[in-house]
């Protein structure tokens, strides 16, 4: 039995005319993407609830990863999200545990960021890295960029005593308004 089949002309037939189906560069929603490919859950009842089962489900055992693409198109880098799903789905039809199909996807994201920072520093000379954003609640991501970054010689920077998601991003706005308006 196909998930939701009932949905699946609609929800085609809304993305072919992209009704409803806005472009993101949200990390958050790739998570989506891939706990509902896995069947974590296909709707959640708060921001985050699926990138947070996915990364529940992860066998920390694993040490594989998927690769991403990452282009460079004028200024701008572009990490292709589409590969990782690829390779997820690839290996969900070839019956590996969606344990390790969770565990990989997680290893993919965090590998694709620190290649992302390695071509930033090559372009730019920055030595340091800001991990922030809701994506970086997620235990499994931070640590597994935290330590490729290190190891490629990054100093890293991580939240603390604010939250790295949107009320962490709040405050940032506030200080930055009140800077300006000095």
Known sequence: IRRNA???DVVLAMAGRGVNAPLT???GRLFDAVAAILGVRDSINYEGQAAVELEQWANLTERGSYPATVTEVGPVLHLHGVDLVHAVVADLRAGVPREVIATRFHHGVADAIVRVCLMLR???????AALSGGVFQNVLLLERTVAGLEQAGFRVLTHSRVPPNDGGISLGQVAIAAAASR
């Not at 090559?122 to 340091?128: F, K, L, N, P, R």
């Open 6 to 8: 009932e949905q699946w």
């Open 25 to 27: 560069s949200s990390a």
């Open 122 to 128: 090559e372009t730019t000379g920055v030595g340091a």
